[in-house]
T-cell receptor, first 111, second 114 residues
Framework: GQSLEQPSEVTAVEGAIVQINCTYQ??????LSWYQQHDGGAPTFLSY????GLEEKGRFSSFLSRSKGYSYLLLKELQMKDSASYLC????????????FGSGTKLNVKP | DTEVTQTPKHLVMGMTNKKSLKCEQH?????MYWYKQKAKKPPELMFV???????INESVPSRFSPECPNSSLLNLHLHALQPEDSALYLC?????????????FGSGTQLSVL
């Protein structure tokens, strides 16, 4: 089965850098992705790691270490609009079209 | 067109009603999904259709009945629901195969069962 754990809430200041962690115990997956979800909205795709290491996309970066069962999402130059929930998810690939989500982290950005 | 369209946006139904949720995408994606999300919880996978065939059913009660009429459409038929089924129902699609790492979500149907 899949088990992905995230901190429930993180608070940071506008302009700062924040890291949101995701630790997992899973029987196997193709890749790990991150989604942003504003209150009342649908999740939107942010980033994906199929291989270990850092993937950078503008203000967002994501890191994966399969040997440590660990991923993080790094958000730089925080803006008020970044206040949202952030979800890690495993799945994808040719035969792994099950996508399972972590518990989600609520990010509060303060002025 | 990178949108997944869901209708209706809001639905209130009684426990004896029959209703359907609809989802449409025109991105040529061959995998389509139904997720259920309760407040402050992550989305929970319900069903996956791959090439218009049901490939995954996560032990969902039979009062939820999915249907995939063609490669662009996905329905979820609801019958004899319980109040605990009240939730946000999300449809999603993805490429099948290769690097299908990204789920595209619709805006969801907020369902209330009275």
């Amino acid at each position: 089965g899949q088990s992905l754990e995230q901190p429930s809430e993180v608070t940071a200041v506008e302009g700062a850098i924040v890291q949101i962690n995701c630790t997992y115990q899973t029987s196997g997956f193709y890749g790990l992705s991150w989604y942003q979800q504003h209150d009342g909205g649908a999740p939107t795709f942010l980033s994906y790691n199929a291989l270990d290491g850092l993937e950078e996309k503008g203000r967002f970066s994501s890191f994966l270490s399969r040997s440590k069962g660990y991923s993080y999402l790094l958000l730089k130059e925080l803006q008020m609009k970044d206040s949202a929930s952030y979800l890690c998810a495993v799945g994808g690939g040719w035969n792994f079209n099950k996508f399972y989500f972590g518990s989600g982290t609520k990010l509060n950005v303060k002025p | 067109d990178t949108e997944v369209t869901q209708t209706p946006k809001h639905l209130v139904m009684g426990m004896t009603n029959k209703k359907s949720l609809k989802c449409e995408q025109h991105m040529g994606h061959r995998a389509m999904y139904w997720y259920k999300q309760k407040a402050k919880k992550p989305p929970e996978l319900m069903f996956v259709y791959s090439y218009e065939k049901l490939s995954i059913n996560e032990s969902v009660p039979s009062r939820f009945s999915p249907e995939c009429p063609n490669s662009s459409l996905l329905n979820l038929h609801l019958h004899a629901l319980q109040p605990e089924d009240s939730a946000l129902y999300l449809c999603a699609s993805s490429n099948r195969g290769g690097t299908n790492e990204k789920l595209f979500f619709g805006s969801g149907t907020q369902l209330s069962v009275l």
